[in-house]
């Protein structure tokens, strides 16, 4: 069965080019064909030349967006004692320890990240059927397992995502809002290009980077000049 592509995305189609775009005019593309009814994300699909079935070819880590996700992003802390209250204190949505893990396992979802400190991992190792599909269950190269807690979610409210590869070497992220200016989703995503460059896999053989496109939620597929962009100098937050 044929899906049926709406008026609107085909009317968007045909402003996209069958070409890679220099990095700024593909964000400002971007911006140009975010009409949706909603505030649209600003997405990034990268193809890399992995195969994450094997471990040293698997990559999972996190990025600290200089301009921030334009998201509020609600933070669960699972501690003990003293790091319960700490976690409160420092702007934790939801905090708490035993019974905390009991309520995850209800089905209580409300949050977008979970940090856990490394003594409580034993416990929260047993909510993998709920986290793991959900990609949220804490890790240490992830950022979400720590003692510093204060640090953590900070970090995560002004901006920090942890991202990770599909099985099939693809990493799908979001890189802002495309209400933010084409040229703070640059800044955005020359970071993520650093990151992954960064965090090459020890095994990754040959060409890292196949493609790269960028996206609004329901806008057309731009591609984006892989070059270009890792040429490009940082570009410092302003």
């Known amino acids: 069965m044929t899906k049926k592509i709406s008026r609107r995305l085909r009317d968007l189609q045909a402003k996209v080019?069958?070409?890679?775009?220099?990095?700024?005019?593909?964000?400002?593309?971007?911006?140009?064909?975010?009409t949706a009814k909603f505030p649209e994300s600003a997405e990034a699909h990268i193809r890399l030349g992995i195969d994450p079935k094997y471990t040293d070819q698997q990559l999972r880590t996190t990025v600290a967006l200089p301009k921030g996700t334009g998201q509020v992003i609600r933070v669960a802390v699972i501690?003990?004692?003293?790091?319960?209250?700490?976690?409160a204190n420092s702007g934790a949505d939801i905090s708490g320890s035993e019974e905390?893990?009991?309520?995850?396992?209800?089905?209580?979802?409300?949050?977008?990240?979970?940090?856990?400190?490394?003594?409580?991992?034993?416990?929260?190792?047993?909510?993998?059927?709920?986290?793991?599909?959900?990609?949220?269950?804490?890790?240490?190269?992830?950022?979400?397992?720590?003692?510093?807690?204060?640090?953590?979610?900070?970090?995560?409210?002004?901006?920090k995502l942890e991202f990770r590869a599909?099985?099939?070497?693809?990493?799908?992220?979001?890189?802002?809002?495309?209400?933010?200016?084409?040229?703070?989703?640059?800044?955005?995503?020359?970071?993520l290009q650093e990151?992954?460059?960064?965090?090459?896999?020890?095994?990754?053989?040959?060409?890292?980077?196949?493609?790269?496109?960028?996206?609004?939620t329901m806008g057309p597929s731009i591609e984006v000049d892989i070059n270009a962009l890792r040429d490009m100098k940082s570009v410092e937050a302003a």
């Not at 501690?79 to 976690?87: F, M």
């Not at 190792?125 to 890790?139: C, F, I, N, W």
């Not at 599909?166 to 970071?191: C, P, Q, Y």
């Open 79 to 87: 501690a003990r004692g003293e790091k319960v209250t700490e976690a």
């Open 166 to 191: 599909d099985r099939t070497g693809i990493v799908h992220v979001m890189f802002g809002k495309a209400s933010f200016s084409a040229e703070d989703l640059l800044v955005n995503l020359k970071a």
């Open 195 to 216: 990151t992954i460059d960064r965090n090459r896999p020890s095994g990754a053989k040959g060409r890292y980077w196949r493609s790269i496109f960028v996206a609004a």
């Open 100 to 159: 905390l893990i009991e309520e995850i396992q209800k089905g209580m979802m409300d949050f977008d990240v979970l940090i856990a400190t490394p003594d409580v991992m034993p416990q929260v190792a047993k909510l993998g059927r709920q986290l793991g599909p959900r990609g949220l269950m804490p890790s240490p190269k992830g950022g979400t397992v720590t003692f510093d807690v204060a640090q953590a979610i900070s970090e995560f409210k002004a901006g």
């Open 17 to 34: 080019e069958d070409r890679p775009y220099e990095p700024l005019e593909a964000m400002q593309l971007l911006k140009e064909t975010a």
